[in-house]
């Protein structure tokens, strides 16, 4: 599957992927209510982007992540925290505790989970009242850096050369064009969607500038870049790093935009596990 390629090379994914903005955290954390002895249930953190600055807030925190590889690093990267843990296992076929959780946290990883278990067991997870937080990550135009959109637009005739899955005339588009289909994650027609409430939505952007090796090792940790064959991955790989060292001076810059998407437990769906 391809959520497994990311742990492959967990040491690339900490020193590559950047944490979330501190704004951001700061509305999880006003919203959830957290501080010291709440209980947070993170799932797929990666290698802590997130889970670390929740352990900050002095909260209790678990970390339940399929790769182990992740989970090693993970685990080293909460050493300092005595009230956090992570647990190396498939959220969908983790026993859940018997002490329910303030908050359940999925930063850019909901869509790898079983649309059939995610909010049913969310529901179990949390107690009454207890907040959902999915944080959701898209690639978007540039603000203020046009040189970004076209390096953007320059490097597709080598994503349609190395990856024939690259879709035609494929262009970045403003933030404020890109929604999350919040009715699609939690409308009627989700499973264990009835056990939750109204959703809130949250945006932030950020421009984020790289070296050239910094791209590249970015662009390794991506599911679908690591999907592809060596030969064409490699292909791929070192015309973007051509195309940024003799048309873009050795930097690029890529604009995030981020969703905090939440939504709080409203009917009890505590389950025996």
Known sequence: MLRDTFD???????????????????????RAGLGPGRRVLEVGPGTGQLTVALARLGCRVTAVELGASLAAVTARNLR???????????FEHWPLPPEPYDLMAVATAFHWLDPAVRLPKAAAALRPGGMLAVITT???ASETDPAAD?????????????????PPGLLLRPAERVTTDTAGLFGPGAAGAEHFGPVTVGRWTREITYTTDEYIDVLSTYSNHRALQPAARQGLLDALRDLIDTRYGGRVTKTYLHELITTRLITAHRQPQ
Not at 8 to 22: G, I, T
């Open 150 to 166: 076209s390096f953007f637009h320059d490097s597709q005739e080598h994503y349609r050369r190395w990856d024939p899955a690259t």
């Open 138 to 140: 898209d690639h978007v």
């Open 8 to 30: 492959e090379d967990a040491e690339l994914y900490d020193r590559a992927r950047p944490r979330y903005p501190a704004p951001l955290v700061a509305e999880v954390a006003a």
């Open 80 to 90: 300092p925290f005595p009230d956090a843990e992570v647990v190396n296992a498939p």
